[in-house]
């Protein structure tokens, strides 16, 4: 009788300690990338904030998996299956980012100039352009029109990709919830099948998410192809992982920590969980930290995020809104600017008496 391997396998001090301090260290200096990404107006956009939280997660569990290696009264049960999990979900939560830019992308070929995300249109990217991110300023073609079933049918694909990513992340919660003995044969079969289950799910999330952007990129004549190209490279390097798991997953041991290679414990199984699994994350991770996501993918503040389009009705009231807003801004502006004036004046006045 024998176990499901855990991916990755348990935490080894010839192996794990140096891998885990390396990847807490380059996760940890992402974050200062990040919160600048939030402050600075030109690249701030909330989709990146389940980001920011998937690196400052990945610094704990490394940290952790490297003091495990160390401290062996720190090494639990629990703390496997917390592993585990994370594991089986970082690859799942990063697609359901790119997927969220990828709806963006795509529902912006949609619109017409005034119901652009952005204030302006975005800027395109033929095939002769020179470097990968670099636009050109050549005019859309055919002209900008406002495509309303094209969008709903887009936004449709991205709610069944959002089932999808459901689906795989049940699944991969229920399959690490509780690591069983050997001799359990029934929950380890089904947490084994549910495994599998979920990086199929997901494979087949990221492989989807790809071809959509193939598609697009040929097809669609309005498509920004330098995001297509940025996000092409995010899912490619996303496949990397599901399908390590996938092969790697098959493995099964009468004892999980036992020093060769049925629980994934040796030299050759260590290096290639991290560089085919860990480092594949890692990479998407600092490609949104490192590029400006904002300005490639055209996402404005939040992103397309919504069921449908706003209505006359609706439309008016937000601009009433918008307009109200910054009438009052401007009021308050420019009550600041005549206080300071004021101010100025009356320390003049001061100054020339003394």
């Known amino acids: ?18 891998a885990g301090i390396v990847f807490a260290a380059v996760y940890g200096l992402l974050l200062p990338a990040f919160i600048y990404r939030m402050v600075d107006r030109s690249s701030r956009t909330f989709i990146l904030i389940q980001i920011i939280f998937f690196a400052a997660e990945r610094v704990v569990v490394f ?4 003091a495990e290696t160390t401290h062996s009264n720190i090494e639990t049960l629990g703390l496997n299956e917390y592993q585990q999990a994370t594991f089986a979900l970082g690859f799942l939560n990063l697609t359901h980012v790119v997927a969220k830019l990828a709806r963006t992308v795509l529902v912006n070929t949609t619109k017409g100039p005034e119901s652009s995300t952005e204030t302006s249109e975005p800027a395109l990217v033929t095939s002769s352009s020179f470097g990968l991110w ?41 399959a690490t919830a509780n690591i069983y003995a050997a001799n359990d044969v029934v929950p380890n079969r089904r947490d084994q099948a549910l495994r599998y289950s979920s990086a199929a799910i997901g494979l087949v999330l990221v492989l989807a998410l790809s071809g959509i952007l193939l598609w697009a990129q040929r097809y669609v004549p309005r498509v920004d192809q330098r995001a297509v190209r940025f996000l092409l490279a995010a899912t490619t390097l996303l496949t990397i992982p599901p399908i390590y798991r996938l092969v790697v997953m098959r493995s099964t041991t009468p004892n999980i920590a036992d020093a060769d290679h049925q629980p994934l414990n040796t030299l050759s199984d260590k290096a290639a969980f991290y560089v085919l699994h860990v480092l594949p994350e890692w990479t998407v991770v600092a490609m949104l930290c490192m590029f400006n996501v904002r300005d490639i ?23 009433k809104k918008d307009q109200e807003r910054a009438m009052k801004k401007a009021a308050k502006d420019k009550n600041a600017a005549f206080e300071m004036k004021s101010t100025s004046n009356a320390t003049d006045s001061i100054s020339s008496l003394a």
């Open 297 to 319: 993918c055209h996402t404005g503040l939040k992103g397309d995020e919504g069921w449908r389009d706003e209505s006359p009705k609706e439309r008016a009231k937000r601009e």
């Open 63 to 66: 940290s952790l998996r490297a």
């Open 134 to 174: 670099r636009p050109t300023t050549k005019p859309a073609s055919p002209p900008a029109v406002d495509d309303p079933r094209s969008r709903y049918w887009f936004r449709r694909w991205s709610e069944c990709m959002g089932v999808l990513y459901l689906a795989a992340m049940v699944t991969a919660i229920v």
């Open 1 to 18: 009788m024998s176990a499901p391997s855990l991916v990755g396998g348990t935490a080894l001090r010839a192996y794990d300690l140096p």
